[in-house]
């Protein structure tokens, strides 16, 4: 007898509980051998930005637990960049390559509606054995059951979608997968877009670029640099009236603070809870962007300065002092917190007392002393 091998092909954009849960609902009922998680390389109706080594790392953390599960990259190793993958062809090859299999393709309700336009169905359904999970919220095409002779579980996928996980609307995937995308900061750029205005998000993709290359020369954790850095003024469009509100329950020692300085404290809270980013070595470098404090890690030194030099702000130096950070952190955050000092005494004509004390503080500790160790 031939092994049931059931094939589960997709984006995995992110890989998530639902993609576990009909996974293992046909494995059970079709008391299959194994099933092969196919992540595919150039999906013919929708883009990936995600990386494929990510999709791939979140896949194996994903069906660890499970040792009938498998990754099979055998699409991303053989499909050509920028050309389409054809399930037909990956099919046609595993026939050859593997004729003691049977083959079973899991799909759902929305890709059963757009059976007929895959390349190839015709010869394909021949080949391969489709498998239905039905999904919640559409009906099922009998039509396209009848003709491809498609198998119809008795299983019902959960209301999951790798879009609304993608911008943070829902986390339901499992732990380890939960844990690679805070680490590496993955889909932040996706939820922020929604919530800033295009010249705030420009920004902030600017700043993160810029401290992810300082980071980079100065062998510092480049995802920290870009979480802390992409998320630095997420809750720099709060309302006036909310953000007050907010300082006085959270952080009320500050609340003499100029309101334009709010977001450095109140974006600590949105990364917290809308972004769920834990690291305190991050939430402190985005605490204190803005006013600088005494002392600074290597990260708080990434994250100010790159804020004060991205080359959206049209600054004089900061071609010339992104390098000087980019050779040497200690003393290229010397140079742009000097020169931010300076900036702030002519802006304000001389008057240090309009200068908030943070900021005035962090340069006395660090430009009178010279005290600048890491």
């Known amino acids: 007898m031939k092994k049931k091998i059931i ?8 890989i998530h509980n639902g993609h576990l849960a009909i996974a293992d609902a046909a494995y059970h009922q079709l008391e299959a051998n194994e099933v092969w998680f196919l992540p595919l390389k150039s999906p013919r109706w929708k883009e990936v930005s995600t990386s494929q ?21 055998y699409e991303l190793k053989h499909t050509i960049k920028g050309e389409p993958t054809y399930t037909f062809n990956t099919i046609k090859a595993f026939k050859k390559l593997y004729p003691e299999y049977e083959f079973y393709f899991l799909i759902g309700s929305d890709q059963l509606e757009l059976l007929a336009n895959w390349y190839q ?13 039905k999904r919640p919220g559409y009906q099922i095409n009998q039509q396209n059951i009848k003709k491809y002779g498609v198998k119809v579980l008795d299983i019902q996928g959960p209301m999951v979608s790798s879009s609304s996980i993608r911008i943070f609307d829902s986390y339901a995937v499992p732990q380890e997968v939960a844990e690679y ?12 877009i929604l919530e800033l205005s295009t010249t ?8 993160a670029v810029v401290a992810k290359k300082i980071a980079k020369a100065n062998k510092y954790d480049v995802d920290q640099a870009y979480i802390a850095a992409i998320l630095h003024d997420c809750a720099k469009e709060i ?14 020692k500050y609340l003499d603070i100029p309101p334009q300085i709010y977001h450095q404290f109140l974006g ?26 005494y002392p600074m890690s290597d990260l708080d030194k990434i994250v100010y300065a790159a804020d004060k030099i991205e080359p959206g702000r049209k600054y004089e130096k900061a071609k010339y002092l992104t390098s000087c950070c980019i050779n040497n952190l200690d003393s290229g955050f010397l140079n742009v ?6 900036y702030l005494i002519e802006k304000n004509k001389g008057d240090q007392s309009k200068i908030y004390y943070l900021t005035l503080e962090t340069a006395q500790k660090y430009l009178n002393g010279g005290n600048n160790e890491r």
Request: net charge positive; with cysteine.
């Open 181 to 192: 995308m805070q680490k590496r900061g993955l889909y932040l750029e996706n939820k922020l």
């Open 121 to 133: 169905i015709e010869e394909l359904a021949k080949m391969v054995t489709f498998v239905l999970a």
């Open 239 to 252: 309302p006036s009236t909310v953000a007050k509100k907010l300082m006085e329950a959270y952080f009320p």
């Open 53 to 73: 080594s990510d999709r791939l790392e979140m896949i194996k953390r994903a069906i660890a637990p499970y040792p009938n599960y498998k990754l099979c990259d």
């Open 200 to 207: 705030r998000f420009e920004h902030s993709k600017r700043v």
């Open 337 to 342: 917190l000097q020169d931010n000092i300076l």
């Open 268 to 293: 600590t809270i949105v990364a917290q809870d809308t972004y769920h980013i834990k690291d305190p070595v991050i939430l402190q470098a985005m605490m204190y962007h803005t006013t600088g404090h």
């Open 7 to 14: 094939i589960l092909g997709g984006s995995f954009n992110p």
